[in-house]
């Protein structure tokens, strides 16, 4: 009998168990109808049934598959994407992928390969890009160098390869990208390098720490990009690429390797080569002058991220190809300090991040006179009177990013100096604006105002005066006096703005009219305040808009505000308390009859009766009112109800005549 019990428990656990396999097996998303299917991480030891024969894009990364050949995939004739990340997979056999004529891309990444055939990548007409990252390769022989004519990209990052000979039958000369990332290369020779014949090559060295070069290895051939991150004496990169052109050249360092400080004397190798943009993030100077500039003088872009730097020195010359500069992430006083004078070709210009407080200083960019975008954000900077002084003479500025800084003080036409801004970021950075008159004035040209978070005096009317182009207006996080816009506002000003962002602004409530002057808009976020259904009507003048109405306070919607959200293209109403009682029925229908307008189905759910909460409002089945059986009743009532009462009538009659 205990037996017996056993035995049903045991049965019972294991059809359980198996239930739980299968019921996995079916859970592959179909992201694309026939065509592109996501089976990430579902314990999969093969292809489901369930997946199209036509499939062309297949994510099966993170399953079981330690095997793989001819079968495994031969159903799928149409893939041209696959993906196998992590599948442990050791053995690839013959003709695994002889039927994927279309198969462009095969990522291999996080596979402990032991062993490749042959003929394993026969079969496909194209392979352009193949990841091998982390699959335990040590020699470049490893791959079947079949079939592999139109190879673009290469990507055999974090394997323990010594040496990037390639063997004589590989054919390279196609590759655009290899990346050999985090191996354990330390020495490049001339028959190395000659063993990859295309040119314009992307060629990533990153993690490696290369200590030699064979002189000559790089001389004259051509490179898209060269990586050499994390090279403890750069050195050995500047003499071994002598003579060679590269359009960008990477040397950043990492914070936990100890590089060796870059002198001038080292930067001088950079004479004999042909640099277009260099990045040496991380590093330290051992010293920085004039001279350190000696041999960029060709560069068109430098990266100077996070190098230690207090100043640049003032007597650099002959910097007149610069176009963009990167000095973010580092020790600046004031933007005098970096003596911009020089660098006269300068459009880009990005100093983000410092590390201490920023003193604009005043005029510090005047000779700037080409610069097109500049980056001050997260510097810390603090003034209680911006921004003309400080940005004098930057007539071309189409782009300034002031965001995340501290307290600045606007008057009026305070960008009078900039009259051609197209972008102005101030998010997240708080504004003290002169009352009645507005800091932007002049500002024809603008397009883009991100004004998010900065707390701003809202009852100035004059506020937005002035900008005649603006099409976006990013305004949430600031709030309005009262919880609410009133008819007369600051957004009469800005008829021309396309996508308004109100998200987040506290309201309670919007007047009628408060958006009337608005008449080119196409997209209003009003997400995250607490608006009710009467803030709705001033919405009603507008039509095919985008209109986010999520996480406000909206329960019931009356049948009088429907006609206002049908004639808008869509609506997101997740996040609200909404009736699902008979009280909203006419609503609930109309949410139904209009669910290709609405988005974030998944998040729009009752959240009253009760009984209904958390339900979705798509699948809410509502009775109210009378049935057709109900308004039955109530007729025959009625019908013996006047028969009754005729009988009665006659009844009181009779009786009344009989007593005469
Ligand atoms: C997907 O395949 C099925 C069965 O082959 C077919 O009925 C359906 O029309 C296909 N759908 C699309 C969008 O191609
Ligand atoms: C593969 O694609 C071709 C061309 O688009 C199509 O004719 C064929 O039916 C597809 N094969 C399968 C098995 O769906
Ligand atoms: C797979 O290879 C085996 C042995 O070489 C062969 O018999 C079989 O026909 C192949 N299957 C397919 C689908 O090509
Ligand atoms: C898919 O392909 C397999 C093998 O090529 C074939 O047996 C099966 O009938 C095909 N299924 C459909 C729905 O075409
Ligand atoms: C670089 O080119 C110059 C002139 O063509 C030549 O003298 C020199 O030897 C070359 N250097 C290397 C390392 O190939
Ligand atoms: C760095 O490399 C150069 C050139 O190979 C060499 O002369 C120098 O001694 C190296 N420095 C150190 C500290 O190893
Ligand atoms: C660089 O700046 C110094 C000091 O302002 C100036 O004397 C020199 O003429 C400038 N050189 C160039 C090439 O602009
Ligand atoms: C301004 O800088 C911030 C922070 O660095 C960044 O998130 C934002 O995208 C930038 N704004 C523009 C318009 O690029
Ligand atoms: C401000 O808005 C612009 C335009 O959408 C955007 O590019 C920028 O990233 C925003 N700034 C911040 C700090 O998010
Ligand atoms: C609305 O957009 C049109 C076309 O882009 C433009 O001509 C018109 O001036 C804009 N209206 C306003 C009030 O800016
Ligand atoms: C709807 O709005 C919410 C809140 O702003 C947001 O999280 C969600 O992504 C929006 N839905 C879509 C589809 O953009
Ligand atoms: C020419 C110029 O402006 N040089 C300045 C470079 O930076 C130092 C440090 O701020 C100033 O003292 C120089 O006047």
């Not at 592959?28 to 299917?37: G, K, L, P, S, V």
């Not at 004059?462 to 009262?482: E, K, V």
């Not at 308390?577 to 974030?600: A, G, M």
Request: charged share 15%; glycine share 4%.
């Amino acid at each position: 009998m205990a037996l017996d019990v056993g035995c049903f428990l045991l049965a019972l656990l294991c059809s359980a168990s198996c239930e739980v396999i299968t019921s996995l097996d079916q859970t592959c998303i179909e992201e694309e109808a026939n065509r592109t299917y996501n089976c990430e991480n579902l314990g999969l030891r093969e292809i489901p049934d369930t997946l199209s024969n036509a499939t062309e894009i297949l994510d099966f990364s993170f399953n079981f598959l330690p095997t793989i050949q001819n079968g495994t995939f031969s159903r799928l004739i149409n893939l041209t994407f696959l993906d196998l990340t992590r599948c442990q997979i050791n053995l690839i056999h013959e003709d695994t992928f002889e039927s994927h004529r279309q198969l462009s891309t095969l990522v291999l990444t996080g596979n402990p390969l032991i062993f490749m055939a042959e003929t394993a990548l026969n079969g496909p007409k194209t392979l352009k890009h193949l990841f091998l990252i982390q699959t335990g390769i040590s020699n470049l022989q490893f791959i079947p160098a079949d079939n592999l004519e139109n190879l673009e990209s290469l990507y055999l990052g974090s394997n323990q390869i010594s040496s990037i000979k390639f063997p004589k039958d590989f054919p390279t000369q196609n590759l655009k990208v290899l990346d050999f990332q985090n191996n354990a290369i330390h020495y490049l020779s001339r028959e190395d390098l000659n063993s990859v014949e295309s040119t314009d090559l992307s060629l990533n060295f990153n993690g490696n720490d290369i200590k030699g070069i064979e002189p000559g290895a790089f001389s004259s051939r051509v490179f898209q990009s060269l990586n050499f991150g994390g090279t403890s004496n750069l050195s050995v990169i500047f003499n071994g690429l002598q003579n060679s052109t590269t359009q960008s050249l990477w040397l950043g360092a990492f914070e936990d390797t100890s590089n060796q400080d870059i002198s001038s004397a080292m930067l001088k190798g950079l004479c004999d080569m042909s640099v277009g943009s260099l990045n040496l993030q991380k590093n330290h100077f051992s010293d920085f002058t004039a001279s350190t500039f000696q041999c960029l003088t060709r560069l068109w872009e430098l990266d100077l991220t996070a190098t230690h730097l207090k100043e640049l020195p003032s007597s650099i010359e002959h910097m007149n190809l610069l176009k963009r500069l990167v000095l973010s992430g580092n020790k600046f006083d004031e933007l005098c300090q970096i003596n911009a004078t020089n660098f006269s070709s300068l459009t880009h210009l990005y100093i983000k991040g410092n590390q201490k407080k920023l003193h604009l200083g005043a005029a510090c960019l005047e000779k700037l006179k080409n610069l097109q975008k500049l980056d001050l954000s997260h510097d810390d900077i603090e003034d209680p009177d911006c921004c003309n002084p400080q940005l004098k003479g930057l007539i071309h500025l189409q782009s300034l990013n002031l965001s995340y800084n501290a307290p600045l003080g606007l008057q009026s036409q305070a960008f009078r100096e900039c009259p051609r801004l197209e972008i102005l970021d101030l998010a997240f950075t708080h504004l003290h604006v002169d009352a009645s008159r507005s800091p932007f004035q002049d500002l024809h040209f603008l397009r883009v105002l991100n004004l998010s978070h900065c707390a701003l005096d809202t009852s100035n009317r004059h506020l937005l005066a002035g900008l005649a182009d603006l099409q976006y207006l990013d305004f949430s996080g600031n709030r309005f006096p009262g919880r609410t816009i009133p008819k007369t506002n600051l957004l009469q000003t800005v008829g021309s703005v396309e996508i308004l962002i109100l998200s987040s602004c506290d309201l309670l409530s919007i007047e009628p009219h408060a958006f009337h002057s608005l008449g080119n808009i196409s997209h209003i976020d009003l997400s995250h305040n607490s608006l009710t259904h009467d803030s709705i009507n001033s919405l009603s003048h507008l039509k095919e808009i985008y209109l986010n109405l999520a996480a406000n306070n909206i329960g019931i919607i009356p049948a009088h505000l429907l006609p206002v959200l049908s004639q808008q293209s869509t609506i997101n109403l997740s996040q609200n308390p909404l009736d699902c009682t008979c009280s909203n029925v006419r609503f609930l229908t109309w949410y139904k009859e209009n669910l290709q307008k609405l988005e974030s189905l998944e998040g729009t759910v009752c959240a009253n009766p009760p009984a209904l909460r958390g339900v979705e409002l798509s699948a809410v089945q509502l009775s109210c009112g009378m049935t057709v059986l109900g308004i039955f009743f109530l007729i025959v009532f009625l019908f013996l109800f006047t028969i009754l009462l005729i009988f009665a009538a006659q009844y009181i009659l009779r009786w009344k005549y009989q007593h005469i």
